[in-house]
């Protein structure tokens, strides 16, 4: 089964905290990519990161940071000093192909930050 | 670069009614896609398209359909609007079927069947 949980429903911190968004991936795939969305509250979907499958190296950009771990087929984001502008909800989606093109995407962690 | 652009941007139906989400993009992509987010819930694929002239079902295909007469524009049709189509679709589009390529959404259509 191809499949993404994210089991985070929602996630309040205060502002500077550091804060980890999980998720959990399936898939038979050998081959796949990861993604990260960012929905702000004005509705549009904001692609933040794509991941493959060969690639385990974790990533950063700013405040942003990517773990990539195989071993447990998880995909965790975590934003570092957050601030009340990376209040969203974030999705992680798997991209894969058995017969059909698509991704799978989680149902989304509400993430707010207090001022 | 305007992107993938949807319009409308809010629709109140009546149960029964139909109606039509515009799509277009110009980006020149050959893929494009038409998702649906419930509340609470992940987006869920309703209809997909390779190219002009080709299109396919996705997860939730069920009282929607498509076409694609051309690159740019891929419209959803709505035939008797449902309650259950209470949604925000987005539409999207990709540069190609590498499953690298992440995809660029449009700002979605909020629509309310009554």
């Known amino acids: 089964a191809q499949k993404v949980t994210q089991a985070q429903t929602e996630i309040s911190v205060v502002e500077k905290e550091d804060v980890t968004l999980d998720c959990v991936y399936e898939?038979?795939?050998?081959?796949?990519?990861l993604f990260w969305y960012k929905q702000p509250p004005s509705g549009e979907l904001v692609f933040l990161i794509r991941?493959?499958?060969?690639?385990?190296q974790n990533e950063i950009s700013g405040r942003y940071s990517w773990n990539f771990q195989k071993s447990t087929s998880s995909f965790n984001f975590t934003i570092t000093a957050s601030q009340v502008v990376d209040s969203a909800v974030y999705f992680c989606?798997?991209?894969?192909?058995?017969?059909?093109?698509?991704?799978?995407f989680g149902t989304g962690t509400r993430l707010k930050v207090l001022a | 670069n305007a992107g993938v652009t949807q319009t409308p941007k809010f629709r109140i139906l009546k149960i029964g009614q139909s109606m039509t989400l515009q799509c277009t993009q110009d980006m020149n992509h050959n893929y494009m896609y038409w998702y649906r987010q419930d509340p609470g819930m992940g987006l869920k694929l309703i209809y997909y398209s390779v190219g002009a002239g080709i299109t396919d079902k996705g997860e939730v295909p069920n009282g929607y359909n498509v076409s694609r007469s051309t690159t740019e524009d891929f419209p959803l049709r709505l035939e008797l609007a449902a309650p259950s189509q209470t949604s925000v679709y987005f539409c999207?589009?990709?540069?190609?079927?590498?499953?690298?390529?992440?995809?660029?959404f449009g700002s979605g259509t909020r629509l309310t069947v009554v």
């Open positions: 991941r493959n499958s060969f690639d385990e």
């Open positions: 898939t038979r795939d050998t081959t796949y990519y």
């Open positions: 999207a589009s990709s540069y190609s079927q590498d499953r690298g390529h992440g995809y660029t």
């Open positions: 989606a798997l991209g894969v192909t058995s017969g059909t093109y698509k991704y799978i």
